[in-house]
Structure formats: structure tokens, C-alpha cells
């Protein structure tokens, strides 16, 4: 073979190596953003004991957190199984929903100490942020 | 480079892209998997302690 045509060949490689990249990297890219969501929740379920446990939150208001918690941990249990079956839709639903209950998370602690809030809004911004950054080019 | 030529090196990256595809697509997916699993493993454990909490 000339090298002309194997540059031709490799060409064609090339460019069948990048369409076959290209269309598994976004669920990749999703798959991993639930994981990092899992710990993100994870993490807010952790500070908002540790908020309890010192005293700066009361009983009541981290029980008011607790169903917040369950949603998104469900919809982002949701989220991870609908990639590996590409369910495209149920992506899309479920990062939808995680922001609308977050939202609703939020609001849960305006009434809380601006200190406490700020330790709190860490956890829950880090959700957030992971969502959002993931939406890109899914939810549209 | 004649018509023939052409003809089989396209059908050879067909053949590679076929390849590629395959293996791209099992791999990914048993990484995809493995990466959902893991997350789900945690969910699973904030709900589990979510629940036990509002239990006890």
C-alpha cells in the first residue's frame, strides 16, 4: 500500500475513532456528574447532622431537610440508572426535578442563622453547580 | 489512486469503524455500569440513613 493511501485509510480511521468517541462521551460525562451528585448529597446529608449535633440547628429543622434529601437521592438514583439504559428522558426529567426540589431545600433554611445558612448553602450549591453543569446540552 | 482502490479502503475503515464502534460501545458501557452502580450504591446509603433516621 502507498503511503497515499494509507493515509487515506488512516484518515477514515481517524475520523471513525472520533464519531465513535463523540457519541459516548456525553453519557459518560452524565454518569459521572450522577456519582459526584451522590456524594454531593452525601455531603449535605453529613453537614446537616453535624449542624444538628453541635446545636446550631434544631431537631425540627433538620427533619424538615429529610425529605428534601430522600427526593434527590431517589431522582439521582433515577438519574444513574436511566444512563446506563440511555434513556434520554428520563435524564433530562430527573435533573429538572433535582432543581426544582433543591430550590425547595433552599427555602427550608431562610429561616436558619445566616452562619448556619452559609454552611449549609455549601453542600447544597455543590448539588447545584453539578446539575447545572451537566443540563448543558441535555436539557434542551 | 484508481476506483478499486478507493472502494476497498473505504470498505476497510468500514470494516475499522465497525470494529472501533463495537469496542468503544462495550467499554463504555461497562464503564458506564460500573460508574452508575457506584452511585447508586450511594444514594442508596443517604436514603437508607435518611429513612432510619426519621425511624428512630
Known amino acids: 500500500m502507498t503511503p497515499r493511501r494509507s493515509r487515506v485509510v488512516v484518515l477514515l480511521l481517524v475520523c471513525a475513532l472520533a464519531s465513535a468517541c463523540a457519541t459516548t462521551s456525553g453519557l459518560k460525562r452524565v454518569a459521572l456528574a450522577a456519582e459526584g451528585i451522590a456524594q454531593g448529597l452525601e455531603t449535605l446529608q453529613l453537614t446537616a447532622d453535624a449542624l444538628e449535633a453541635s446545636g446550631s440547628i434544631t431537631k425540627a429543622q433538620r427533619d424538615a431537610l429529610s425529605p428534601y434529601i430522600i427526593q434527590l437521592a431517589q431522582a439521582d438514583k433515577a438519574l444513574a440508572l436511566a444512563v446506563v439504559s440511555n434513556d434520554a428522558g428520563t435524564v433530562r426529567g430527573q435533573i429538572v426535578a433535582m432543581l426544582g426540589v433543591l430550590d425547595q431545600a433552599v427555602a427550608t433554611t431562610k429561616a436558619w442563622t445566616p452562619e448556619t445558612r452559609a454552611k449549609i448553602a455549601l453542600a447544597l450549591e455543590v448539588v447545584r453547580a453539578t446539575l447545572l453543569v451537566v443540563s448543558v446540552g441535555v436539557t434542551s | ?56
Open chain 2, 1 to 56: 489512486m484508481t476506483a478499486a482502490e478507493i472502494q476497498i479502503a473505504v470498505q476497510a475503515a468500514s470494516y475499522l469503524f465497525s470494529l472501533a464502534a463495537q469496542h468503544a460501545d462495550a467499554q463504555t458501557a461497562a464503564e458506564l455500569r460500573e460508574i452508575s452502580a457506584r452511585a447508586v450504591a450511594i444514594t442508596d446509603r443517604v436514603i437508607a440513613r435518611e429513612q432510619a433516621r426519621t425511624k428512630g
